[in-house]
């Protein structure tokens, strides 16, 4: 069993940054793949990015590749999501997932899921 709680999400401007952590608790988290989907209203939740348990691999959606970067902190039970030069259409609700190993991109292939985030991106 594994509880997901993200947060950093708020209100920013084009173009800047923005944080998300996602706290874990359980005692498979270490061994889990980790994964961001997001949510904007009247969308479907879409694959962000996704990291191994090790952290030795990530894979990212084409639409965040070199402006968001995923990583972990096994010792902390901690995922992070650094998203930089934001745009408008990053706005959504943002959510962290847990799953068994390998890249998992869809969201059926995750078997926990927080609450999520709200990131709202003006122009």
């Known amino acids: 069993q594994v509880q997901l709680v993200e947060s950093g999400g708020g209100l920013v401007q084009a173009g800047g940054s923005l944080r998300l952590s996602c706290a874990a608790s359980g005692r498979t988290f270490s061994t889990s793949t980790m994964g961001w989907f997001r949510q904007a209203p009247g969308k479907e939740r879409e694959f962000v990015a996704a990291i191994s348990w090790l952290g030795g691999r990530t894979y990212y959606a084409d639409s965040v590749k070199g402006r968001f970067t995923i990583s972990r902190d096994n010792a902390k039970n901690t995922v992070y999501l650094q998203m930089n030069s934001l745009k408008p259409e990053d706005t959504a609700v943002y959510y962290c997932?847990?799953?068994?190993?390998?890249?998992?991109?869809?969201?059926?292939?995750?078997?926990?899921w927080g609450q999520g985030t709200q990131v709202t991106v003006s122009s």
């Open positions: 997932a847990a799953g068994d190993s390998g890249i998992l991109v869809n969201p059926y292939e995750y078997n926990y």
